[in-house]
């Protein structure tokens, strides 16, 4: 496609998608500020072990996928989204601060969990907002488009908190006091800049939530959802790759610069991949992505010297951007229209209960076994996924 070709479909993406995406990029910022931190204040000045790290990240992300089908459930009840998207990212934004006053693990889990609650609350409903805004031709180029916004304010966020560690001598709890301007700023954009569609709403309203509504989903749906559990298992949490790179000797300052990598990456494969999705086989892409996924695992697990994990961090944004605006685009191809709130909602529950498997997991490898062993798990979970796939693939052809 020609770059005047590019430009005209980025045009016809509605103005409210580009608002969600730029809200996503600010309070992306802020939270990366602080989770590109977290990890490093946990162990060096909080004294936590790997285990906890991981128990900690596993129970906050694993919240917040288990939130979202609620919200998503409660979005299609109510026919709206905006309302819910407000609420989440407001409760998140009054967080921030908590972070910087934490003076225990107790308290950085109490952040950490409220935090993920609003990304739960939020989480549904924005991407079922996307997709009632998208037009379905360009459904995967929107949540693409999303995504890399998103994941620009997920580097520009450990970049500043590089060159803010830098400043003012590896003082942390600074750090986490200015994350709390640009969440706020998300809201006030969020408010002012998304305007939500008209829906028809039935008067006589009934739980999404129910047998029936779940077996209109259909079959393909339910294979999303297990393939996306199964994915979560092999795809812990980011915080161990701060510290594979925190293990080769990397300084404090410059850790969350493997952040940054991966997230550039993420940024500008994600639109690409998002629209190419929209004119491939999207169980083809998502086996690519895989594949480049077991790669960053065996890279990762063969050496912590910091070129080495740089390339391995490198291939891990690579693979997010192949794959999580797909996974997306398959949630909203595969649900009916009424039920896209709950369809992602249970979508991310089963993400969530992996994550709260996986993280866990990781941290004990890695405090048992080694880092080497935590990261060639994640390439046996990779593995897993593919023959799931294969096993669906054989049976649509029979």
Known sequence: MTKTGKFHILRQIPSSIWALGLVSLLMDVSSEMVHALLPLFMVTTLGASVF????????????????????????????????????????????KPIFALASGI???????????VGKGIRGAPRDALVADLAPPHLR?????????????GAFLGPLTAVGLMLLWANDFRAIFWVATVPAMLAVVLLIVGVQEPER???????NPIRWDNLKRM?????????????????????????????????ALAWVPLIMVAMNVVYAF?????????????????????????????????????????????????????????????????????????????????ASGLAMLV?????????????????????????????????ANRQREAA
Not at 58 to 63: D, I, K, N
Not at 140 to 152: M, Y
Not at 233 to 250: D, H, I, P, V, Y
Not at 364 to 374: E, H, I, K, P, R
């Open 52 to 95: 906890i790290v991981g128990l900690i990240e596993g129970a906050a992300e694993a919240t917040a996928l288990i939130v979202k089908v609620f919200s998503g459930a409660l979005s299609d009840y109510l026919g709206k989204r905006k309302g819910l998207a407000v609420f989440g990212y407001g409760l998140a934004a009054l967080t």
């Open 140 to 152: 995967g180029a929107a949540f693409g488009l999303r995504q890399s916004l998103d994941t620009v």
């Open 218 to 250: 259909g079959r393909d749906y339910w294979w999303v959802v297990i393939i996306g559990a199964v994915f979560t298992l092999a795809r812990f949490s980011e915080a161990f790759l701060l510290l594979r790179a925190q293990q080769g000797g990397l």
């Open 358 to 390: 996986a993280s866990p997991l990781a941290g004990w490898l890695w405090d048992g076994y080694g880092a080497s062993f935590t990261f060639y798990a994640g390439a046996i979970f990779c593995v897993a996924a593919l023959l799931l796939m294969f």
């Open 269 to 349: 494969s994600a639109y690409p991949f998002g629209k190419l999705s929209d004119g491939v086989s999207h169980t083809g892409l998502l086996a690519a992505g895989l594949l480049v996924l077991i790669a960053a695992d065996m890279v990762l697990a063969s050496s912590n010297a910091w070129p080495v994990v740089l390339l391995g961090v490198v291939l891990w944004g690579l693979h997010m951007g192949m794959t999580q605006g797909l996974l997306a685009a398959m949630v909203a191809a595969t649900a009916p229209a009424d039920l896209r709130g709950t369809a992602f909602g249970f979508f991310n529950l």
């Open 200 to 206: 028809k709403i039935s008067e006589k309203r009934s």
């Open 106 to 116: 107790g308290w950085i889990l109490s952040a950490r969990l409220l935090d993920r």
